[in-house]
């Protein structure tokens, strides 16, 4: 079988895992548009894994060569999953944070027909 030895670094192993999980992130990518009623435009929304926001910001400085503040380019970091309560069930479950209010089991919308 194992060592008590194996065993225990099979068991550090897997806390160091477990300690590292990534998170997941969406970025998005807005550039000043006149044309626009809101000023700006959409210009790609982008789905990262990173162990934490620091490690996002990192990856947003390598962007800013191509996508500069003074070319009217902005970035928004959101957690790319979010919890919420069930109307109805009172349940917590998960959801991405762009999901329309009327479809989310957390509104009133969603449950009414």
Not at 18 to 35: G, H, W
Not at 97 to 105: A, F, G, K, L
């Amino acid at each position: 079988m194992f060592s008590l030895s194996q065993l225990l670094f099979f068991l550090l192993a897997l806390r160091f895992r477990e300690a590292e999980k990534l998170m997941m992130f969406t970025l998005e990518i807005y550039k000043k548009d006149a044309r626009k009623k809101a000023g700006e435009r959409l210009v790609g929304k982008y789905d990262y894994d990173r162990k934490d926001n620091d490690a996002m910001e990192r990856e947003i400085e390598s962007l800013y060569p191509t996508y500069r503040a003074a070319d009217g380019y902005r970035f928004e970091i959101h957690e790319t999953y979010v919890t919420k309560t069930n109307l109805v069930g009172g349940k917590e479950f998960t959801e991405r944070y762009d999901t329309p209010y009327c479809c989310s089991p957390s509104s009133e919308t969603y449950w009414s027909s």
